[in-house]
């Protein structure tokens, strides 16, 4: 692979008790592509295994969104081990629907399927929303969730996501909640 020596953006480390949430690395490119072309992750999300051509994509465009614009996904890693377990953190996608999302602090996150139930996602939303709501007022972060993801609806919830709206995404039925939390 060729290399060349670069800069990365200014990506604020967070640490939970378990976890640290930091710029993603080139080296974590392996385990990022394997987790996107898991269906069990992918299911309500992309709806289908990503290449690794399109986890590729995905990959730059959250630096491209540090750089941009300061804020982004982290990668996430366990203490314990180091490894890279998932992906997290805020975006705008200038995604084609009604009503917008452009403009405002888009919140995401997708977790390896061997660490779900765990409560590293509940950790990492948590930092994460302590370190951006703040930074975002007087906007409020948002999400975009599948109707039928179950655990993603109840884990917003728990991290304090309320419900706004119902509408369609590509053809998908998805819930809009927005962050209330003071």
Known sequence: MLTLPHASPDVPVLETERLRLRAQRLEDFPLAAAMWADERVTRHTTGRALTEEETWSRFLRSLGHWA??????????E???GQYVGEMGFADLKRDMHPSLDGLPEM???????????????EAIRAALAWGIPR???????????SENLASIHLAGKCGFREFQRTTYR???????????A
């Open 108 to 122: 995401g996150w997708i977790f390896a399927p061997h660490i779900h139930g765990r409560g590293y996602a509940t």
């Open 136 to 146: 975002f007022q007087p906007l409020r972060p948002v999400c975009l969730i599948s």
């Open 171 to 181: 053809g998908d039925r998805v819930i809009l909640f927005r962050n209330d939390a």
């Open 68 to 77: 941009f614009l300061g804020f982004g996904y982290w990668g996430v890693e």
């Open 79 to 81: 203490k314990s081990t």
